[in-house]
T-cell receptor, first 114, second 110 residues
Framework: NAGVTQTPKFQVLKTGQSMTLQCAQD?????MSWYRQDPGMGLRLIHY???????DQGEVPNGYNVSRSTTEDFPLRLLSAAPSQTSVYFC?????????????FGNGTRLTVT | DAKTTQPTSMDCAEGRAANLPCNHS???????VYWYRQIHSQGPQYIIH???NNETNEMASLIITEDRKSSTLILPHATLRDTAVYYC???????????FGTGTRLKVLA
């Protein structure tokens, strides 16, 4: 049982490049979400999903796309990277349908856009 | 969703109880209060949550005021490993928008 797995751990992009941050969970959680954390700041919600085929925007969705084709995976796409997207990205999941299921976080992807 | 406010930072002596306050004056009746902590740059870790009653687990205790406008997380015997940023968040039952604030940076002193 690996929990929430994020890949890659580190990534450097040039402005304008695109990439996909991967997130996978093996706990059969229906809820998954993406956060970004800028240096010295708290976490801000980018997008979330309550099940396969369902996604919704969080606090800071601009510049990011998501899709949820399977329960296990929730990739985050940067279509045209900008320096303002330099951040640490965390994926989290929980069991849908009950508030008594806490979020499980991955270890993060550290992204630098130059 | 309830907006939560927390002090920016706190210090606590090792072995003493750490009491971390959280104000959530806009919380509604169906909104749970969750506490997480983040050590260094790792992913946040769940600590405890509650709705109305006080809660206790192996990590901490959560005291929620009767009017539910504030709560306190208690680490009964703080250790150096409890040095972290602690986040208090509110979550509507049936919604999934976990909104984190900036948290409280707790430093446990030897």
């Amino acid at each position: 049982n690996a929990g929430v797995t994020q890949t890659p751990k580190f990534q450097v992009l040039k402005t304008g490049q695109s990439m996909t941050l991967q997130c996978a969970q093996d706990m059969n959680h229906e809820y998954m979400s993406w956060y970004r954390q800028d240096p010295g700041m708290g976490l801000r919600l980018i997008h979330y999903s309550v099940g396969a085929g369902i996604t919704d925007q969080g606090e800071v969705p601009n510049g990011y796309n998501v899709s949820r084709s399977t329960t296990e995976d929730f990739p985050l796409r940067l279509l045209s990277a900008a320096p303002s997207q330099t951040s640490v990205y965390f994926c989290a999941s929980s069991y849908k349908g009950t508030p008594n299921s806490p979020l499980h976080f991955g270890n993060g992807t550290r992204l630098t856009v130059t | 969703d309830a907006k939560t406010t927390q002090p920016t930072s706190m210090d606590c002596a090792e072995g003493r109880a750490a009491n971390l306050p959280c104000n959530h004056s806009t919380i509604s009746g169906n909104e749970y209060v969750y506490w997480y902590r983040q050590i260094h740059s790792q992913g946040p870790q769940y600590i405890i949550h509650g709705l109305k009653n006080n809660e206790t687990n192996e990590m901490a205790s959560l005291i929620i005021t009767e009017d539910r406008k504030s709560s306190t997380l208690i680490l009964p015997h703080a250790t150096l490993r409890d040095t972290a940023v602690y986040y208090c968040i509110g979550l509507f039952s049936g919604t999934y928008k976990y909104i984190f604030g900036t948290g409280t940076r707790l430093k446990v002193l030897a």
